[in-house]
């Protein structure tokens, strides 16, 4: 009927859509298996089309039966374009922190008005890093982990995620500075020694000519001409980098490091950007996380670069709209190395004049970045290992046992995420216990991790960790064109237009619907949806290409009641 002109396929997908939703085979299928059913029905009965209909006034052209003048009737809207599709965001319950750590990260929230969620991860992932090598948490002797956190921070571009980082990473860049200056002499004093043994080297080879033409043996080359060792540039933070030169910093800055990228998408993209192998690099960033020994081969040296622990924490930002570069594809374990934190933006706004004292916290940071990896009877560096106190691995032992049980009943990425948690609660559990440590100078370093630091971090992962990964496995769950969809729904919701032109829309839209084909895909969709129909659609237009005009649902632009 469609290929002969009798209806418009647009109608047909609508009219057909909104009898599924009625029916509850959209809640039960879900709308894109619905669309997609729709879709290949229409596509089989379009290839064999009915005789086209009589030139007769008695029918309509397009969207109905009968008369011309017949007004089409409007579906019931799918409401599932209200919402965002998203679950509701769980409270970061700062408190775990301690007063000293959770006050302060309250207190720079509230400053910048900002999500604490968002400080409390660039200090999570700081002094995970900070520590890094230098100490790791021990389950057992045979279940050892580095303390390095990856940490994403989710938000749209104007939800303060950036500022929430800066002070965290300003301390942590201070320390930084501080220790390249502190070395700076040193580093003077390298090069003095470095051209002095090059002189002399210069002399001992022009020794070695003159013998070989005096047909006498040539002279040894003297300790004077051989060059000094040189001296590592103290590093902390990285940010775009190749792998190459990453394990060449990390052969430098044996404790780890941490990398931090405004915005992940561009490190997620940059894989394979200085090689063919992205999904090498990929593999990389898996062995950067489990602190495990790495060995790199560079083409234009024939010396490999070997680090034996390779950690490095993470922190970055995401857009929701670019979680896919996470999370899609096969689950090799990626998404669930993330502890995710995605807060609801903080509502209204409101100047603060008092500047927040970090004093007292910079001196802790730099406890923490004093720590060094200990000497082994073989004059090698290795991490430190610290226990649990008997308490802490009772704790721990019943927390493994009940999530693991969890995860045998759950698919997906949920599965991997509960098939990390117990790593996530060690390394938070040693990150907690020397944040409490680093509170106060001179006191004696923590010899094992205890029942108050492994009860935190039981608390975040169980109560914060995993409710965020649904979140945003919950939304990457849902299809593109639905998203979109949600984005144009929005702004009908918002605006209440009676029609609109998707040209001119997307021209003064921001965000997604700024492009052309993404606002046609959530034009096509809401139309399915009973949202928006076309007007002004000519008989002999294309059957595949969407018209520019639409009309709007005359239920959505109903105001709500408000309640007795």
Same mark, same amino acid.
């Given at each position: 009927?469609?290929?002969?002109?009798?209806?418009?396929?647009?109608?047909?997908?609508? @009219?057909?859509?909104?009898?599924?939703?009625?029916?509850?085979?959209?809640?039960?299928?879900?709308?894109?298996?619905?669309?997609?059913?729709?879709?290949?029905?229409?596509?089989?009965?379009?290839? &064999?089309?009915?005789?086209?209909?009589?030139?007769?006034?008695?029918?309509?052209?397009?969207?109905?039966?009968?008369?011309?003048?017949?007004?089409?009737?409007?579906?019931?809207?799918?409401?599932?374009?209200?919402?965002?599709?998203?679950?509701?965001?769980?409270?970061?319950?700062?408190?775990?922190?301690?007063?000293?750590?959770?006050?302060?990260?309250?207190?720079?929230?509230?400053?910048?008005?900002?999500?604490?969620?968002?400080?409390?991860?660039?200090?999570?992932?700081?002094?995970?890093?900070?520590?890094? @090598?230098?100490?790791?948490?021990?389950?057992?002797?045979?279940?050892?982990?580095?303390?390095?956190?990856?940490?994403?921070?989710?938000?749209?571009?104007?939800?303060?995620?950036?500022?929430?980082?800066?002070?965290?990473?300003?301390?942590?860049?201070?320390?930084?500075?501080?220790?390249?200056?502190?070395?700076?002499?040193?580093?003077?004093? $390298?090069?003095?020694?470095?051209?002095?043994?090059?002189?002399?080297?210069?002399?001992? &080879?022009?020794?070695?000519?003159?013998?070989?033409?005096?047909?006498?043996?040539?002279?040894? %080359?003297?300790?004077?001409?051989?060059? =000094?060792?040189?001296?590592?540039?103290?590093?902390?933070?990285?940010?775009?980098?190749?792998?190459?030169?990453?394990?060449?910093?990390?052969?430098?800055? =044996?404790?780890?490091?941490?990398?931090?990228?405004?915005?992940?998408?561009?490190?997620?993209?940059?894989?394979?950007?200085?090689?063919?192998?992205?999904?090498?690099?990929?593999?990389?960033?898996?062995?950067? $996380?489990?602190?495990?020994?790495?060995?790199?081969?560079?083409?234009?040296?024939?010396?490999?670069?070997?680090?034996? @622990?390779?950690?490095?924490?993470?922190?970055?930002?995401? +857009?929701?709209?670019?979680?896919?570069?996470?999370?899609?594809?096969?689950?090799?374990?990626?998404?669930?190395?993330?502890?995710?934190?995605?807060?609801? =933006?903080?509502?209204?706004? %409101?100047?603060?004049?008092?500047?927040?004292?970090?004093?007292? &916290?910079?001196?802790?940071?730099?406890?923490?970045?004093?720590?060094?990896?200990?000497?082994?009877?073989?004059?090698?560096?290795?991490?430190?290992?610290?226990?649990?106190? +008997?308490?802490?691995?009772?704790?721990?032992?019943?927390?493994?046992?009940?999530?693991?049980?969890?995860?045998?009943?759950?698919?997906?990425?949920?599965?991997?995420?509960?098939?990390?948690?117990?790593?996530?609660?060690?390394?938070?559990?040693?990150?907690?216990?020397?944040?409490?440590?680093?509170?106060?100078?001179?006191? +004696?370093?923590?010899?094992?991790?205890?029942?108050?630091?492994?009860?935190?971090?039981?608390?975040?992962?169980?109560? $914060?960790?995993?409710?965020?990964?649904?979140?945003?496995?919950?939304?990457?769950?849902?299809?593109?064109?639905?998203?979109?969809?949600?984005?144009?729904?929005?702004?009908?919701?918002?605006?209440?237009?009676?029609?609109?032109?998707?040209?001119?829309?997307?021209?003064?839209? %921001?965000?997604?619907?700024?492009?052309?084909?993404?606002?046609?895909?959530?034009?096509?969709?809401?139309?399915?949806?009973?949202?928006?129909?076309?007007?002004?659609?000519?008989?002999?237009?294309?059957?595949?290409?969407?018209?520019?005009?639409?009309?709007?649902?005359?239920?959505?632009?109903?105001?709500?009641?408000?309640?007795?």
């Amino acid at each position: 009927m469609a290929a002969a002109g009798w209806l418009d396929p647009t109608t047909i997908q609508s @009219n057909l859509f909104a009898s599924a939703l009625t029916c509850g085979l959209v809640r039960e299928d879900g709308p894109s298996a619905v669309r997609a059913t729709i879709a290949s029905g229409l596509k089989a009965g379009m290839a &064999q089309p009915h005789a086209p209909l009589p030139e007769d006034d008695h029918f309509g052209r397009f969207g109905s039966f009968g008369t011309a003048s017949e007004e089409q009737v409007w579906g019931e809207p799918d409401p599932f374009y209200l919402g965002s599709g998203r679950s509701k965001p769980v409270p970061f319950a700062a408190d775990l922190l301690g007063s000293f750590w959770g006050d302060w990260c309250k207190a720079h929230a509230a400053a910048r008005h900002v999500p604490v969620d968002y400080a409390a991860a660039a200090l999570l992932a700081s002094a995970s890093a900070l520590v890094g @090598n230098a100490r790791w948490p021990s389950a057992t002797p045979e279940w050892k982990e580095p303390p390095v956190l990856w940490a994403a921070i989710v938000g749209s571009p104007s939800a303060g995620k950036s500022p929430a980082l800066d002070p965290v990473l300003g301390m942590v860049r201070q320390i930084e500075r501080e220790a390249i200056e502190a070395g700076q002499s040193a580093r003077l004093q $390298y090069q003095e020694d470095l051209e002095l043994a090059q002189a002399n080297a210069a002399e001992w &080879q022009r020794q070695v000519k003159d013998a070989l033409r005096r047909g006498e043996s040539p002279p040894a %080359r003297p300790k004077a001409a051989i060059d =000094p060792d040189p001296l590592p540039l103290p590093r902390i933070i990285v940010g775009d980098t190749t792998p190459e030169r990453l394990a060449t910093l990390l052969q430098d800055n =044996p404790k780890g490091l941490l990398l931090h990228r405004d915005e992940m998408a561009g490190w997620l993209g940059s894989f394979g950007r200085y090689s063919a192998n992205a999904g090498g690099e990929r593999a990389l960033w898996l062995e950067a $996380y489990g602190g495990r020994a790495c060995t790199i081969d560079r083409q234009k040296s024939p010396d490999a670069t070997i680090v034996p @622990n390779l950690s490095i924490a993470v922190l970055g930002g995401l +857009q929701p709209d670019r979680l896919s570069l996470v999370i899609s594809g096969a689950d090799d374990g990626f998404a669930g190395r993330f502890l995710w934190f995605w807060p609801d =933006p903080t509502p209204g706004y %409101r100047l603060q004049q008092k500047a927040v004292d970090g004093l007292s &916290q910079l001196t802790a940071l730099r406890q923490l970045s004093m720590l060094i990896l200990p000497k082994r009877e073989d004059g090698s560096s290795g991490p430190g290992y610290l226990p649990l106190s +008997q308490s802490a691995a009772a704790y721990f032992e019943t927390y493994v046992a009940d999530v693991r049980s969890r995860a045998r009943g759950a698919t997906g990425l949920l599965a991997g995420t509960l098939g990390k948690a117990p790593g996530h609660v060690l390394r938070l559990s040693l990150v907690l216990e020397y944040l409490a440590w680093s509170e106060a100078l001179f006191r +004696q370093e923590p010899a094992q991790i205890g029942e108050s630091a492994m009860l935190a971090a039981i608390g975040l992962v169980d109560g $914060y960790f995993v409710p965020m990964a649904q979140r945003v496995f919950g939304e990457a769950a849902i299809p593109e064109e639905d998203r979109l969809g949600m984005e144009l729904a929005r702004w009908i919701a918002r605006i209440k237009p009676k029609q609109f032109n998707a040209r001119d829309t997307r021209r003064t839209i %921001r965000g997604p619907l700024h492009d052309p084909k993404a606002m046609q895909q959530a034009c096509a969709v809401l139309t399915l949806a009973s949202w928006i129909r076309p007007t002004g659609r000519s008989a002999g237009s294309s059957v595949g290409r969407l018209p520019a005009n639409y009309e709007v649902n005359p239920a959505l632009l109903v105001e709500a009641k408000p309640h007795e």
